[in-house]
């Protein structure tokens, strides 16, 4: 199965290089960090102070900020470029401005947070760690629940229809799970004991995506992983 998986990567990447007439995705889904949020922080209830929404970021692409932690484009925004694909929005614009029952599937749906984590909060509660935001990888798989049930799976023929065509971008996530800890003076012994748990909640969220096809009865679904921080500390 893990052969498998990182063959499928392999494919996904080579398609995303290539050009768009040939690949057969009709809407990216993303789940990640701050290297691929699109506004989901910007939008959330609580706007918190950030960087990454004043100048200079933005300047080289939309000439103002865009709640994206970059100058410009990030990785989400040329792949999806490079399939003739729009920009993926963030799950919280859909949801707020649009309205999910009148979201284009076409248009896919982005729900990476600035900050985010692969653990879930209680993890760090107990080890004395305060997040600053609470937008884990877990918390990102309910949003896409909440748009499976309210928008996309109105039958097992829509999702079969929608999903099927699908990329799916689990990362870059799990990078914060140390910075955190290590912003916090913790020591780099106990740091390295997060490793393990980081890689199993990431092997756990693609888990649940493969369960979930299997539910509404996929056909096809690709998940790519186009970074992981799984040997950061090695």
Sequence with gaps: MAEQRWMVVAVALVVVTGSATACPFSSIFSFGD???????????????????????????????????????????????????????????????????????????????????????????????IQLPVNYSLPFQLNWFKELLSAALCNSSTSCHEVLGNSLFLVGEIGGNDFNYPFFGRMSIAEIKTYVPPVINAITSAINVLEVWKYVVEWEVLTITIHQQVVGVLE
């Design 34 to 128: 701050s290297l691929a949020d699109t506004g989901n922080l910007y939008l959330s209830s609580a706007l918190p102070s950030h960087n990454c929404f004043s100048p200079p970021y933005g300047r080289t692409f939309f000439h103002r900020p865009s709640a994206r932690c970059s100058d410009g484009r990030i990785i989400l925004d040329f792949i999806a470029e490079s399939l003739g694909l729009p920009f993926v929005k963030p799950y919280l614009e859909i949801k707020k401005y649009g309205g999910l029952e009148n979201w284009n599937v076409e248009e896919g749906a982005n729900f990476a947070v600035i900050g985010a984590t692969a653990l879930e909060e209680s993890f760090f509660q107990d080890k004395g």
